[in-house]
């Protein structure tokens, strides 16, 4: 992580929470890493691109955070449910629509 600032690795405790976006046998898997922050909010990564291109589309020109070992940064939240539901919410709002414009 960086050196300094929020995603220093010293604000992290080191637990994490693997979350996902199953919800049958017919959806995609995705899955995202919440790691826990020293105040106990969670930070969640997405490093489950297809490809640099899904990553450059979605995220190169808007500044966020991205490190090549936890992936990009989405968002920042306070419990295990909340965690589950912006992330879901982000790949069906961003992800899969995204995905399927580059299928047609």
């Avoid at 690795?9 to 979350?19: F, V």
């Avoid at 020293?38 to 979605?58: G, H, P, S, Y």
């Avoid at 070992?69 to 965690?83: C, H, P, Q, R, S």
Wanted: proline letters at 2%.
């Amino acid at each position: 992580m960086n050196e300094t600032g929020y995603f220093a690795s010293m604000n992290y405790t080191g637990k994490h929470l693997h979350i996902d976006n199953y919800k049958d046998e017919s959806t995609p898997f995705v899955e995202a890493i919440a790691w826990e922050r020293q105040d106990k909010t969670m930070d969640i990564f997405f490093d489950d691109f297809k490809d640099d291109e899904e990553l450059k589309a979605l995220f190169g020109d808007k500044g966020h955070y991205y490190d090549d070992v936890i992936g990009v940064f989405l968002y920042n939240v306070k419990t295990d449910e909340e965690a589950y539901e912006m992330f879901c919410n982000w790949v069906d709002k961003v992800l899969y629509p995204y995905r399927t414009s580059r299928e047609d």
